[in-house]
Nanobody
Framework: QVQLVESGGGLVQPGGSLRLSCAASGSIFRIVAMGWYRQAPGKEREVVALMLNNGSTNYADSVKGRFTVSRDNAKNMMYLQMNSLKPEDTAVYYC????????WGQGTQVTVSS
């Protein structure tokens, strides 16, 4: 089992920045990939950024150049640096880990509004 806990969400003005954190615990040695997803009201959950254990990353077109995913394996942490935020980035952001199963955190709300 893998447990994931997100933090760092909040209210930010358009053009602002936020950094989300995801703390992983449990059978983390089985994790082969981690990522961030988001779900806006009335919409399906969508991938934001993915990071494999070899360090390779993949981003949704809508966030390329604005968001950066990173991991600190020594601290069992994953981060999502979000810059130049737009109102359409408003959503609940979820941390995901893929190992023996697909694991999810509880989500953290990000609201971009003036």
């Amino acid at each position: 089992q893998v447990q994931l806990v997100e933090s760092g969400g909040g209210l930010v003005q358009p053009g602002g920045s936020l950094r989300l954190s995801c703390a992983a615990s449990g059978s983390i040695f089985r994790i082969v990939a981690m990522g961030w997803y988001r779900q806006a009201p009335g919409k399906e959950r969508e991938v934001v950024a993915l990071m494999l254990n070899n360090g390779s990353t993949n981003y949704a077109d809508s966030v390329k150049g604005r968001f950066t995913v990173s991991r600190d394996n020594a601290k069992n942490m994953m981060y999502l640096q979000m810059n130049s935020l737009k109102p359409e980035d408003t959503a609940v952001y979820y941390c995901n880990a893929v190992g023996r199963s697909n694991y999810w955190g509880q989500g953290t709300q990000v609201t971009v509004s003036s």
